[in-house]
């Protein structure tokens, strides 16, 4: 099963159970890349030439080139369901409200303190990081991915997804949630 999807360098990268990784130049016609490792890796995310993988067991994958996978471990055991990247560093976050972070991607340490949430998704736009969960519509926002502020979500659904574009973050979540952000501070839910 295929759970983590980017696109960069022109570039799809997809990832999955047990150790899968694919690319493809079209979406049509894909490679399998997999680094003969065995954990899950639930999401993908791409930057500025960096394919970042996070999943089972704090591990994560990373790749410049989409062909040459590094495992590297965060040295948190933890389930790992969201990643980002902006200019100076990269994220993990995930169960139990962990979130870690790498300016190399190697070294890896906690960000911030530990939340009873699980968050399960997380972005970068409008020079912040922003993370959704559950329960009770859990954001958290961060300007440097170090320290975290939990925001007002006006929502207690669940929140599973998370992106920004076109200057908005928007989240969505269970029954029908979605929230609209410009700054990833200030939250509006949509109508439906």
Same mark, same amino acid.
């Not at 912040?128 to 440097?144: E, L, T, Y």
């Given at each position: 099963?295929?759970?983590?999807?980017?696109?960069?360098?022109?570039?799809? !990268?997809?990832?999955?159970?047990?150790?899968? /990784?694919?690319?493809?130049?079209?979406?049509?016609?894909? #490679?399998?890349?997999?680094?003969?490792?065995?954990?899950?890796?639930?999401?993908?995310?791409?930057?500025?030439?960096?394919?970042?993988?996070?999943?089972?067991?704090?591990? #994560?994958?990373?790749?410049?080139?989409?062909? #040459?996978?590094?495992?590297?471990?965060?040295?948190?055991?933890?389930?790992?369901?969201?990643?980002?990247?902006?200019?100076?560093?990269?994220?993990?976050?995930?169960?139990?409200?962990?979130?870690?972070?790498?300016?190399?991607?190697?070294?890896?340490?906690?960000?911030?303190?530990?939340?009873?949430?699980?968050?399960?998704?997380?972005?970068?736009? !409008?020079?912040?990081?922003?993370?959704?969960? %559950?329960?009770?519509?859990?954001?958290?926002?961060?300007?440097?991915?170090? !320290?975290?502020?939990?925001?007002?979500?006006?929502?207690?659904?669940?929140?599973?997804?998370? /992106?920004?574009?076109?200057?908005?973050?928007?989240?969505?979540?269970?029954?029908?949630?979605?929230?609209?952000?410009?700054?990833?501070?200030? %939250?509006?839910?949509?109508?439906?």
């Amino acid at each position: 099963a295929l759970s983590g999807v980017a696109y960069g360098g022109g570039l799809f !990268a997809a990832c999955g159970a047990n150790g899968t /990784v694919l690319t493809s130049p079209d979406g049509l016609a894909w #490679t399998n890349r997999s680094p003969g490792v065995s954990y899950t890796f639930s999401c993908m995310t791409y930057r500025d030439g960096l394919f970042l993988a996070a999943g089972s067991s704090g591990k #994560t994958l990373q790749s410049t080139d989409g062909e #040459t996978w590094n495992l590297r471990y965060t040295g948190i055991s933890t389930w790992y369901y969201g990643a980002a990247i902006n200019d100076t560093c990269m994220l993990a976050a995930g169960a139990n409200g962990i979130i870690a972070t790498s300016t190399d991607g190697i070294t890896w340490t906690r960000a911030g303190e530990s939340y009873a949430d699980n968050l399960e998704d997380i972005d970068y736009g !409008a020079g912040r990081f922003v993370a959704v969960g %559950w329960p009770n519509g859990i954001i958290m926002s961060s300007a440097d991915g170090a !320290a975290w502020e939990e925001q007002e979500s006006g929502t207690s659904e669940s929140l599973s997804g998370l /992106v920004y574009g076109n200057g908005l973050f928007v989240a969505c979540g269970s029954g029908a949630a979605i929230l609209t952000s410009p700054d990833g501070v200030n %939250w509006t839910p949509s109508a439906m």
